[in-house]
């Protein structure tokens, strides 16, 4: 059974900052995913080089797009261990083709998966919640906002995370150049009007705890319904809560001047991305897992030490995303991607009190009903070891 959050609550993209971001609730997107219209949704898309303004319609080419991303497997075997000693594993990416599927593209093209033993078949996402597709047993491992995996567990489905890539979620809140916001100074907010989105629970959730830390609640105006960037481009709100990975060079382009921006995730201690695996595959298949989690590992590592080289097995394998515009999200897409702890400690590691801070911020919001054992959410045995870490941080 589908779980309430999940027929309440926005599709977007998950936390990760993508070059998409759509809702369930669209009246003009077609399943088929030839093309659909996002001018009304909480959202936009860094294409055809940025172009300000412009940025209305976005048209997929599917079949390109498809096809880079269909299967690709070392062999034919379908069942999760082959004679050839093999363990076939089905992978399924979390949105429609964007840059934050590098580490999957670079532990393909580097061999990282072969060389573990392992048979991965990879399924575009987008049509489907991906980790209801990993808890009904339809894939087997897959990436998801933090937050919606505390809320799944909760409602019984049997996921669970085995690291996280996104230490903190690249949720922030974007101002007006114009509205005399000032980036990092809560105190510069007094007298503005937020957009805010009840259906948004991560946009949400980090906004509100961002707003009572700093006893904002009687000092700005939320403006709730809706957050499209469309409000803040026409001047209808001074801020809204967006990913900071592609939404403020829109807003530089938009208005001629570089947003002010707050990191409300970072602020509020919330996680953003973690790797999901079904629980019985999990239990079956344990050193798989393992392999496959150290292999996407390398594969995150790779993209950091390799930008540019990374920016063009992006583009190379989806030709329909501009390059100009994967050259400015990559790099601020992989600065969540570890901290001082992860530089010393490895990629996909994080302590428990960031998952303690992510439920703390559902629960402020009523997404959640409390904190979980965290034993039933999250596995620190998968991990790398020894870890992998950027190799930046290791001179």
């Known amino acids: 059974m589908l ?28 399943v088929s995913g030839t093309a659909f219209n996002i001018l009304n949704h909480p959202g936009k898309v860094l294409m055809n080089s ?10 997929l080419a599917t079949g390109a797009l498809l096809v880079a991303s269909a299967t690709v497997a070392c062999g034919s075997d379908s069942s999760p261990s082959a004679d050839d000693g093999t363990t076939t ?12 599927d590098a580490p999957m593209l670079a532990a393909q093209k580097n061999g990282y998966f072969v060389d573990a033993g392992l048979n991965v078949e990879t399924t575009p996402g987008g049509e489907v919640n991906q980790i209801q597709a990993v808890a009904t047993g339809q894939q087997d491992i897959t990436v998801g906002p933090a937050t919606t995996l505390l809320q799944s567990v909760e409602q019984g489905l049997p996921v669970t995370a085995v690291g996280v890539s996104q230490p903190n979620s690249p949720l922030g809140l974007i101002c007006n150049p114009e509205s005399g916001a000032v980036s990092g100074d809560p105190a510069s907010l007094d007298g503005l009007t937020i957009a805010t989105d009840p259906a948004d629970t991560d946009g949400r959730s980090v906004w509100v705890q961002f707003r009572d830390k700093n006893d904002l609640t009687e000092k ?5 319904g809706s957050a499209a960037v469309d409000l803040l481009f026409s001047g209808q709100v001074d801020c809204l809560p967006e990913y900071l990975t592609y ?18 995730s970072k602020d509020a201690g919330v996680m953003g991305q973690t790797i999901v695996v079904n629980n019985t595959f999990l239990a079956e298949h344990p050193d798989a897992v393992r392999e496959f989690v150290n292999a996407y590992a390398k594969g995150m590592q790779w993209t950091l030490d390799n ?8 583009t190379e394998t989806y ?12 790099p601020a897409l992989t600065a969540f991607w570890h901290t001082p702890l992860q530089d010393s400690e490895g990629l996909l590691v994080v302590e428990d009190s960031s998952w303690e801070q992510t439920a703390d911020a559902l629960i402020a919001v009523d997404s959640l009903k409390e904190l979980p054992d965290l034993d039933s959410v999250r596995s620190t045995e998968y991990l790398p070891n020894p870890p992998v870490t950027p190799t930046s941080a290791q001179s």
């Open 220 to 224: 700005v105006t939320e403006l709730s």
């Open 89 to 100: 594993i089905r992978w399924m990416y979390d949105y429609f083709p964007t840059s934050g």
């Open 319 to 330: 030709p329909d995303l501009e390059a100009d515009a994967v050259a400015s999200e990559l």
């Open 307 to 314: 930008q540019e080289d990374a920016v063009a097995l992006v």
């Open 247 to 264: 939404v403020p060079a829109m807003a530089e382009l938009e208005f001629g001047a570089p947003p002010a921006v707050f990191e409300l």
């Open 3 to 30: 779980p309430e959050f999940w027929a309440q609550e926005a599709f977007t993209s998950p936390l990760r900052g993508c070059l998409v971001r759509c809702t369930w609730r669209s009246q003009n997107r077609t």
């Open 50 to 59: 940025l172009q300000p303004k412009a940025i209305r319609t976005l048209t």
